[in-house]
């Protein structure tokens, strides 16, 4: 039992060590769904986030925000519930290959042991990239998740590019 305690509490330590996403979200609204008097209020926050492997095709998650006196502390664990919807938005470009299930973007979701992901994926026979919010914990993560879909489309006078050629 210690060590299973030692062990989490390192793997702990780890996430927190371990470095954040290189992109900021961008912070695109809020609405409160709780309302505290003397304290922030809890929110829905919409959030949006380029694909950083993939230029033409952003992102945007809402995710719940505690408030309250642990919310304005950063001590309250968020909860799982994600809702995640990823469009074209311009000529699609690869920067790189990538493998299925490749982090885009992560962030913390409590002090220590619970962070959100949002991965990514290609449908080859479909040409079509497919991403999957959802969130973890050191030890077991949450059954819930969100998943949307980008078919890959001309735009303009460009081609459209086959997101299979660019998996390794």
Same mark, same amino acid.
Request: aromatic residues 8%.
């Given at each position: 039992?210690?060590?299973?305690?030692?062990?989490?509490?390192?793997?702990?330590?780890?996430?927190?060590?371990?470095?954040?996403?290189?992109?900021?979200?961008?912070?695109?609204?809020?609405? *409160?769904? @709780?309302?505290?008097?003397? =304290?922030?209020?809890? /929110?829905?926050?919409?959030? $949006?986030?380029?694909?950083? %492997?993939? *230029?033409? @095709?952003?992102?945007?998650? =809402?995710?719940?925000? /505690?408030?309250?006196?642990? $919310?304005?502390?950063?001590? %309250?664990?968020?909860?799982?519930?994600?809702?995640?919807?990823?469009?074209?938005?311009?000529?699609?470009?690869?920067?790189?290959?990538?493998?299925?299930?490749?982090?885009?973007?992560?962030?913390?979701?409590?002090?220590?042991?619970?962070?959100?992901?949002?991965?990514?994926?290609?449908?080859?026979?479909?040409?079509?990239?497919?991403?999957?919010?959802?969130?973890?914990?050191?030890?077991?993560?949450?059954?819930?998740?969100?998943?949307?879909?980008?078919?890959?489309?001309?735009?303009?006078?460009?081609?459209?590019?086959?997101?299979?050629?660019?998996?390794?």
């Amino acid at each position: 039992m210690l060590f299973r305690c030692l062990t989490a509490a390192a793997l702990g330590l780890a996430a927190l060590a371990a470095p954040a996403s290189a992109q900021e979200p961008d912070r695109i609204f809020d609405k *409160s769904t @709780v309302w505290r008097p003397l =304290t922030p209020n809890d /929110k829905l926050v919409v959030y $949006g986030i380029d694909d950083p %492997a993939v *230029s033409g @095709v952003a992102c945007w998650y =809402t995710q719940p925000e /505690k408030g309250g006196i642990k $919310g304005t502390l950063g001590l %309250a664990e968020d909860v799982s519930d994600i809702s995640l919807a990823c469009r074209q938005v311009g000529p699609v470009q690869f920067k790189d290959k990538f493998k299925q299930g490749e982090v885009v973007f992560s962030e913390r979701r409590s002090l220590i042991f619970k962070s959100m992901q949002i991965v990514r994926g290609c449908d080859a026979k479909r040409n079509t990239l497919i991403y999957m919010v959802y969130s973890d914990k050191v030890i077991q993560g949450s059954p819930k998740n969100s998943t949307s879909a980008v078919p890959l489309m001309p735009w303009g006078t460009e081609v459209s590019q086959k997101c299979g050629d660019f998996v390794r």
